[in-house]
């Protein structure tokens, strides 16, 4: 019955904790859900911010508050109390390990630990970047090597280009606001074409070569504060007299973590890798483990008569590396961060972090092939009695794809860091480089085109780099620095590529200026822009900019076709109706502008943008009461809303509350004036 009892439990253990990891996803769906159905009454999306620890980054960084920053904190304040069962029982993450490590184990592979003591350290260097870094550079460094201007009451510090090269832009700290809510949920994401790629790398690729939670061990920033926590713990497994060391426990960690010898020498778990999945506790045919309160692993001593040195309170450890491979392989992992870390501007950090695990553990594997006699990598031979297999040799292959590769984007993400260098080292405003008549001086010129050389050499084979293609954001530099340099030519062909793999407004702008610059026909320039709003109709402002140069040209009916074309396209898109509004107002068709809004509201009935734009005209057309009841049910539900705002004080003035007005006025005017006086960054033409 004993056997029976545990057997339950431990079913009972698996089949909740992977409930629990499913349900974690299915909320993660229903959020994103949530957030793309949120915009359908006034087509704004909102949301709860990402519940992502990382986004406590712009908490630190920016002083916005949000859900992240919340769970991050919580997860820290859990993991002092009850140790590390935040990671076990909520992580997406440690889920999509698992998953993969089942699906593994359904084809028969069963992946093994990589243990390293170096790289162990790796999620702290992470979580000391991430979240401390920021501050660091902001309350430490910008005041010691930039220059102090108060503005608006806040201290700001502006550096010179060497500085901010080295640094980047430093933000002061305006205090902290409520982020909670947002719209632009999807801007710290990757596209579903980074994510795919970076889920694989982080599931199946470490779990194969780095054990079942392998990205857990050597990629986790958040991690590198769990894992300090953990120690401070008092709730821990611990263990009971019933224990024999049958060694169910270890066999069943997926944590990589020798439970059997931790209770034996400790009388508890107290490494901080264990994530309380309590898939030991379910194992034991004795049940001799259990959860339970006592002295944090930061106080537990070794047990006395056991094979732990009492002397140097520290069991002996197993290791996969001698100290000099250690050393190399925390070589190779920076070398390896280096060379993915934003390759082709699309490896995110904790994606290039996982590649770099995953390669340092094939060249270490490779490097031991190549010396040793007998060499198993997972779950293949690949030299048996100083005789290379056919795994072997393919390994091998494997192995010197990924040196080449490694050396490629190297060589890639140094050409382009000392192009990006140079770059910003250069004090050129742009106001006089896209002026006419501008002459760069030679010491400039040289600059802007040693800084091009570098970012070609960054950029594609066909175009005399290392690389497999040339980026969107290397385009945009040196479109930029050809601008300096005094190469208008280039600086159209290169814009123009850009906008082609990655249509902006203010890219397609920039273009409409270099043509203006090469002396090109106002003709040209305007067929240019109306070709790209046709081709790419979400460009509100180049459409807006476009409309306006047709109008001023005495091509009224040119501009209204534009506009046309683009409500038929995107016929519930706010910015493009408001836009048509806009201009037939401008134009004297009011009567059109309204109709334009209220087909427009037919399908965002509480758009707050395109209410405020209604309200506005029926107060020009000396129907105040009627823009109040337009404005009603937007002012009740977003009295924040500027437009709403601007819309009620013209409401309020046409009704003759004329002191209400100013109030509402005043408090915008106060608004307008705090947003002007917040430093821009100097260079504008950052990607």
């Known amino acids: 019955s004993r056997r029976f009892f545990a057997f ?118 992470l979580a000391l970047y991430m979240f401390v870094w920021p501050t660091v550079r902001r309350e430490l460094i910008a005041p010691v090597v930039g220059v102090a201007e108060v503005i608006d009451g806040v201290t700001h510090y502006t550096l010179d280009g060497t500085w901010r090269a080295l640094l980047g832009e430093v933000h002061p700290l305006r205090g902290f606001n409520s982020a909670f809510v947002v719209s632009d949920f999807w801007a710290t994401f990757p596209p579903w074409y980074v994510a795919v790629p970076f889920l694989f790398v982080c599931g199946f690729a470490c779990v194969y070569f780095l054990g079942a939670k392998g990205f857990c061990t050597y990629g986790c920033p958040y991690g590198g504060f769990f894992a300090p926590a953990d120690r401070l713990a008092p709730v821990r497994i611990r263990v009971t007299e019933a224990c024999n060391q049958c060694g169910h426990c270890t066999a069943v960690c997926t944590s990589n973590v020798r439970v059997s010898e931790e209770v034996r020498d400790y009388g508890s778990v107290v490494d901080p890798g264990c994530m309380k999945c309590l898939d030991c506790v379910s194992a034991c045919p004795n049940d001799a483990l259990y959860v339970g309160l006592g002295a944090p692993a930061v106080l537990t001593k070794p047990r006395a008569g056991n094979r732990v040195s009492e002397s140097a309170g520290k069991r002996a450890r197993r290791y996969d590396l001698t100290w000099s491979e250690e050393f190399a392989a925390a070589a190779c992992f920076m070398v390896m961060l280096v060379a993915f870390r934003g390759l082709y501007d699309v490896v995110p950090l904790l994606m290039a972090v996982g590649l770099a695990a995953c390669g340092t553990f094939v060249l270490f594997k490779a490097w031991r092939t190549l010396r ?85 050499l960054a950029g594609s084979m066909a175009e005399g780099g290392v690389g497999f293609a040339t980026t969107f954001t290397q385009r945009v530099r040196m479109a930029w620095l050809a601008c300096v340099a005094g190469d208008l030519a280039m600086a159209e062909g290169q814009l123009r590529r850009a906008i082609n793999a990655r249509p902006r ?41 476009a409309t306006r140069r047709l109008v001023a040209a005495g091509r009224a009916a040119e501009a209204r076709q534009m506009y046309e074309r683009a409500i038929a396209v995107l016929p519930g898109d706010v910015a493009t109706l408001r836009g048509a ?57 977003r009295p924040r809303d500027r437009d709403v705002r601007t819309a009620h004080a013209a409401v309020l003035r046409a009704s003759g509350k004329v002191e209400e007005a100013r109030a509402v006025e005043e408090e915008l005017a106060r608004e307008r004036a705090r947003r002007s006086t917040r430093p821009e960054p100097k260079l504008q033409n950052q990607p």
């Open 372 to 456: 040793d006699a007998n060499v198993r990598a997972p779950f293949r031979q690949l030299k048996l009695n100083g005789r290379l297999t056919g795994a072997g040799v393919v390994f091998l292959c494997v192995a010197a794809g990924v040196a080449v590769l490694t050396a490629q984007g190297l060589t890639m993400s140094l050409a382009e860091s000392r192009g990006a260098f140079i770059e910003n080292t250069m004090e050129v405003p742009r106001e006089r480089v896209l002026a006419p008549g501008y002459v760069p001086e030679p010491a400039v010129k040289e600059q802007a085109e040693r800084a091009i050389a570098s970012l070609r």
């Open 581 to 637: 509004a806009g201009m037939h107002a401008a134009l004297g068709d009011g009567g059109r502008a309204l109709e334009i809004i209220e087909s427009g509201l037919s399908r965002r009935p509480l758009s707050p943008g395109l209410r405020a734009d209604a309200a506005l005209l029926l107060v020009s057309r000396g129907e105040a009461e009627r823009a109040a009841e337009m404005l009603g049910p937007v002012l009740e539900r």
């Open 505 to 545: 407004d203010d890219l397609v702008l920039d273009l409409a200026r270099v043509m203006e610059l090469r002396g090109v026909a106002a003709v040209d320039v305007d067929a240019m822009l109306a070709q790209a709003v046709d081709a790419f109709p979400s460009l509100e402002g180049v459409r807006q900019y």
């Open 8 to 125: 339950t439990l431990a079913r009972a253990l698996l089949v909740t904790g992977a409930a629990v990891l499913v349900l974690v996803h299915v909320l993660i769906g229903l959020h994103v859900a949530q957030w793309i159905v949120s915009g359908m009454s006034d087509g704004v999306r909102e949301t709860i911010s990402p519940i992502e620890p990382s986004e406590a980054m712009l908490t630190l960084e920016h002083g916005r508050v949000n859900a992240g920053f919340v769970i991050f904190v919580l997860a820290i304040i859990s993991t002092l109390i009850m140790g590390r069962f935040f990671c076990g029982w909520a992580c997406h993450v440690v889920a999509l390990q698992d998953l993969c490590a089942h699906l593994m184990h359904r084809v028969g592979l069963h992946p093994k630990p990589f243990r390293s003591r170096l790289l162990l350290w790796v999620p702290l260097g």
